[in-house]
């Protein structure tokens, strides 16, 4: 087995979310990967395996420090980068990835690598209860709030839209996360070449919450509400991470086939031998 280290949605050097490639992993146990996720601590850790789907060029499952996901945004493309690195060659015209939501096609565009957002699994209003809770862990009121939905896509993504990037920026949420929580707030920009400001809030370990740096799955899910609620129309770029040291870019599009989320991908250390 070896490691690869890489850097998604990048704007510039470090300024992406870090995401961990172990490649060969086919050996490995669910525990040892788990483990190794919480010993690197990164948001997700990789782990790419043999395809069982004839279609698939390679299966990876995708562990945070504290549980595995179904599927993943930045862990698609960084990991679809490093197969694609250390020799991978796709059976079609577009990289096959087998994951727990099933296949998902990823491809390469001016923008960098993109992954064809999946289908949300829940979607519409928050529930009353579900509302409450959240505008509590976030410390907003209800008045903050134009639209409070679901996009799930595999992480239960909660997603607040507020009035604007200034007030998505200006949220400073309870550190203690009450519960298992996914949240997204999401404003537009008027920033030049950014049209909407996005953050995203998870539970990491000890229970405190864990601001993302920049976050594909949620950036997915909220393409779909955009587009669905003709919120946008076309072609957009949102940012994410500012308040974290980051500085992401995630670029989105729709065509004929669905919604396609890019950026670009870059190695930060590659070929490290795993001793476990």
């Given at each position: ?216 799955s949620l950036n997915a899910g909220a393409a779909l509400y955009l587009y669905e609620s003709g919120l946008a129309t076309g072609d957009y770029v949102a940012a994410q991470g500012r308040k974290t040291g980051a500085d ?29």
């Amino acid at each position: 087995m070896r490691l690869d280290l890489v850097d998604v949605f990048v704007n510039g050097a470090l300024s992406g979310n870090p995401l961990a490639v172990v490649h060969g992993a086919d050996g490995m146990s669910d525990a040892a990967m788990q483990s190794l996720a919480r010993w690197i601590g990164f948001s997700e850790t990789t782990f790419l395996l043999l395809p069982t789907h004839p279609e698939a060029d390679y299966r990876v499952r995708i562990f945070t420090p504290v549980l595995e996901l179904p599927f993943a945004g930045h862990p698609t493309l960084g990991s679809a980068y490093a197969w694609r690195a250390a020799g991978g060659v796709a059976k079609g015209a577009r990289i096959m990835q087998e994951c727990g939501v099933g296949l998902v096609p990823v491809r390469e565009t001016e923008a960098g690598l993109a992954f064809r957002a999946p289908p949300l699994r829940r979607s519409g209003p928050l529930s009353d209860a579900e509302k409450a809770a959240a505008l509590a862990q976030l410390r907003l009121t209800p008045e903050d709030v134009v639209e409070a939905v679901h996009v799930d896509n595999g992480p239960p993504w909660q997603l607040l839209r507020l009035a604007d990037a200034q007030a998505v920026l200006a949220v400073s949420p309870e550190v203690t996360a009450q519960g298992v929580v996914d949240l997204g707030l999401i404003g537009p920009s008027q920033e030049p070449g950014i049209d909407w400001e996005i953050r995203g809030f998870f539970t990491g370990p000890g229970g405190i919450l864990v601001e993302d740096p920049v976050t594909g799955s949620l950036n997915a899910g909220a393409a779909l509400y955009l587009y669905e609620s003709g919120l946008a129309t076309g072609d957009y770029v949102a940012a994410q991470g500012r308040k974290t040291g980051a500085d992401g870019r995630v670029h989105v599009s729709r065509d004929e086939e669905g919604v396609w989320i890019a950026g670009k991908v870059c190695a930060v250390g590659t070929g490290a031998e795993l001793a476990i």
